[in-house]
């Protein structure tokens, strides 16, 4: 009786709860992202301790060997995961990346350390496309990318301002630990809900095969992109205008308060106004774009939002500009879903690990060069941020920095004008990206209304 109920158990854990669907990769992402957005404020208050001399270069090197690890390592875990399963790996990369939480008030050195290693599996991203993937089909597709993209700004929505709460009444110690039984609770979801969307004759079909070399190395994937000039240009265009917005990420929430003097709470209240509109940029506004102007005119509107965006952070130096300028980078967020779909339309359905793994290294090669670029920038424009004020005290009364940590200039973000540019020229790039028609030739000769390309199921799901 009692190993029948051991196999019924461990029957049921590889199971998981229903079927495959976009919501077990929702709720995956949510909980992952939602435990590291409460670690925001305390974030910011470790790194400057630790580091107190050139706090926001440290922080550029910890995330370029982070983002280098995630180049390297990310091929090798698609192509593993169109072998094994996605459920397995997904399992892995949330461990590894959550595992320096707890490490953040016990051990700030190896906490530091332990972000940098787990760069080789922070790849989440590149297993939830590929488990999308798998349980959609290609006119679906872009929908279902563009509500996970959503899900990770909705777990940025609160989770900053009540890591800012919590810290300020409670102490950081009570946010981290918030923070890992969250992380604890995604990896139970993984194990306990989440079934397996590879489909078994897949999986047993590419069970015995090996995995080679070429298949693992990053670089063999870059020049085997080379050989299809449309992946090639939809790479380039990801690099040119994902490097920026990863630096951006990473100095952004220094910036605004060192720079633009917002306080602990505006700032909280400013990535949840951001987040929201972001939501709302990557349901209902990317699925209208992608139906009537179609994939690569979408990706252009994106592109055509970062620009002014960028542009605009680089040359506003009041609050109200940088209010705007946000509901700016909230419509440019409907990019990256959009490139998404337009790569996984181009690769076969075994494929969709090694082709969203592809793009998830060109992101995380993006994640180690931009913190570090605008880093040496803001370094090199004498933008310093060595005398930062403590952000944890009183939640209600944040005062203003009584120093003003830097002159006013005509460009008060280099960096953020420089990273316009490089989207400029993306923006060119994926001028040059050939437009997939939609339909079938067989289809041809239907009317546009017919066509099965403007038909989104997941837009007739309630739930959604």
């Known amino acids: ?3 029948v109920c051991v196999v019924s158990l461990s029957f049921q854990l590889q199971q998981g709860i229903g079927r495959p669907s976009v919501y077990h990769a929702v709720v995956v992402i949510f909980l992952e992202f939602f435990s590291w957005g409460l670690l925001t404020t305390p974030m910011l208050t470790v790194l400057h301790e630790t580091f107190p001399q050139h706090t926001f270069l440290m922080n550029g090197l910890i995330q370029g060997v982070k983002g280098l690890l995630s180049f390297m390592s990310a091929p090798l875990i698609g192509a593993l995961s169109d072998v094994w ?5 997904l399992l892995v990369t949330v461990f590894f990346t959550c595992a320096p939480i707890p490490l953040m008030r016990l051990s700030p050195w190896w906490y530091f350390a332990m972000i940098s290693m787990s760069g080789a599996f922070s790849v989440t991203f590149s297993v939830i496309f590929a488990y999308v993937a798998d349980v959609t089909d290609e006119r679906e597709r872009s929908t279902a990318y563009g509500l996970v993209s959503a899900t990770f700004a909705a777990s940025l929505v609160t989770s900053p301002a009540i890591g800012a709460y919590l810290s300020a009444w ?18 139970c979801f993984i194990l306990l809900a989440v079934p397996e969307s590879l489909p078994d004759k897949m999986r047993l079909s590419s069970w015995g095969t090996p995995i080679s070399w070429e298949q693992a190395d990053p670089f063999a994937s870059l020049r085997k992109v080379g050989q299809d000039s449309t992946v090639l240009l939809i790479c380039i265009t990801v690099f040119l205008s994902y490097l920026p917005e990863a630096g951006q990420y990473s100095s952004f929430f220094l910036y605004l ?33 992608m139906r009537t102007l179609g994939t690569k ?39 990256f879903p959009a490139v998404s779909a337009l790569v996984s339309q181009s690769a076969d359905p075994d ?8 793009i998830t290294g060109i992101r995380g090669l993006c994640n180690g060069l931009g913190p570090a670029l605008y880093g040496f920038i803001f370094f090199l424009f004498n933008v310093e941020f060595n005398s930062m004020d403590p952000i944890q005290g009183d939640y209600n009364i944040d005062p203003l920095p009584l120093d003003s940590p830097t002159e006013r200039a005509l460009i008060p973000g280099p960096p953020f004008l420089l990273g316009a540019c490089t989207v400029v020229i993306a923006f060119l790039v994926a001028l040059f990206i050939p437009e997939k028609t939609s339909c079938s030739s067989s289809s041809s000769q239907l009317p546009p209304a017919a066509c099965d390309a403007d038909f989104e199921p997941l837009l007739h799901d309630s739930i959604v």
């Open 257 to 289: 308060r060192q720079v633009i003097n917002f306080s602990s709470t505006t700032l909280a209240v400013f990535i949840g106004v951001v987040g929201i509109l972001s939501i709302v940029a990557q349901t209902l506004f990317l699925t209208l774009l």
């Open 351 to 358: 494929k969709q690990g090694v082709v969203q793994g592809m």
């Open 297 to 335: 005119n979408t990706v252009l509107l994106g592109l055509g939002f970062q620009i002014l965006q960028l542009a605009w952070y680089g040359f506003g130096s009041e609050p109200w500009m940088m209010w705007a300028a946000g509901a700016v980078a909230a419509m440019s967020s409907i990019t």
């Open 1 to 3: 009786m009692t190993h």
């Open 170 to 187: 409670y102490g950081d110690n009570l946010v981290v630990l918030v923070a890992t039984l969250i992380a604890l609770a995604d990896i």
């Open 85 to 89: 399963g996605r459920r397995s790996f």
